[in-house]
């Protein structure tokens, strides 16, 4: 009886390994339909950006690069950017900082907000920005009465790139703020900790690698943005165009060479994000693990 029972044992667990095991021909199927997705949709497109921008040769390459209007657009990128970005650090951290780890009314509403930018789309943010800042709009005859000018000038490209960028941080830091929960915290208060010093000492180095992450994302979107910024900016060659709409200016006109040289390097800028993006990844799971394995020590 016991033999029965032992080899019926065995055959179950081999029927439950049999059946969760796939044949090969499925599991190679799908891994090709993977490769081939990828190769067809980001490895081709990606080769062919930078084939076009070489096609004529590295003397046309670097001409459209140091092309005044390519590097005012250049500047006007890492501008946008460079300002965009810490704004976003700051609320992103504030609002996550609030939501995993205090309770007040309005949290939701907190939530939804933040996730705004994801379902509106970013033309019409900037139709939003145009109503509200342009000449005809709310304030626009404030700003022209005290000469200040937002809409078709570098504070509306500022303030589009903003509004895009504003989920990254606090959505990546959110989750991470509530699954390590409120324990740490709440000991260093009772031992007379300060809330500045619980968040510099306790709060933010257990969620630097998430917030980097959250930074790099954010700081990719800035860079790369058209659609707000495009309805915000005016056009205007040398003084408003970011990357992105440099791009499409000299596409229109004709400019294959120098509209794919200039998008090779929101290409490499994309790459550049992606190696950082693995290397935050990898140095984040590696800090859970150790974590984990220090609370089961």
Not at 171 to 199: C, D, H, N, T, Y
Request: charged letters at 15%; proline letters at 4%.
């Amino acid at each position: 009886m016991n033999g029965l029972f032992a080899a019926g044992h065995r055959y179950g667990r081999f029927e439950t390994r049999a059946a969760t095991r796939d044949p090969a021909w499925v599991k190679w199927t799908l891994v090709g339909l993977g490769v081939s997705y990828f190769a067809l949709f980001l490895l081709l497109p990606l080769i062919s950006v930078f084939a076009e921008a070489l096609r004529k040769g590295w003397e046309v390459y670097f001409a459209a690069i140091v092309e005044p209007d390519a590097i005012a657009s250049i500047k006007l990128t890492l501008l946008a950017a460079a300002i965009a970005v810490p704004l976003n650090v700051v609320f992103g951290v504030a609002a996550a900082w609030a939501v995993a780890k205090f309770d007040f009314r309005g949290k939701q509403i907190l939530i939804t907000l933040i996730d705004l930018p994801f379902s509106v789309s970013p033309v019409v943010a900037g139709l939003i920005y145009v109503l509200v800042f342009g000449l005809n709009g709310w304030f626009g005859g404030w700003l022209r009465e005290h000469d200040m000018k937002i809409i078709f000038a570098v504070p509306g490209i500022v303030l589009a790139t903003v509004f895009v960028t504003v989920p990254f941080v606090a959505r990546e830091l959110i989750p991470l703020m509530q699954a390590q929960g409120k324990e740490e915290e709440e000991a260093a208060v009772v031992l007379g900790a300060s809330g500045w010093r619980v968040f510099w000492q306790v709060t933010l180095p257990n969620v630097k690698w998430g917030l980097l992450y959250g930074v790099i994302l954010c700081n990719a979107r800035a860079m790369g943005e058209f659609g707000a910024v495009s309805v915000v900016s005016g056009h205007i060659r040398g003084l408003t165009n970011t990357m992105p709409l440099h791009i499409e200016i000299l596409y229109n006109e004709y400019q294959f060479a120098a509209a794919f040289a200039v998008a090779s390097l929101l290409a490499l800028l994309a790459l550049v994000t992606l190696i950082l993006k693995t290397f935050v990844e990898w140095r984040q799971a590696k800090a859970i693990a150790a974590a984990q394995e220090d609370a089961h020590s």
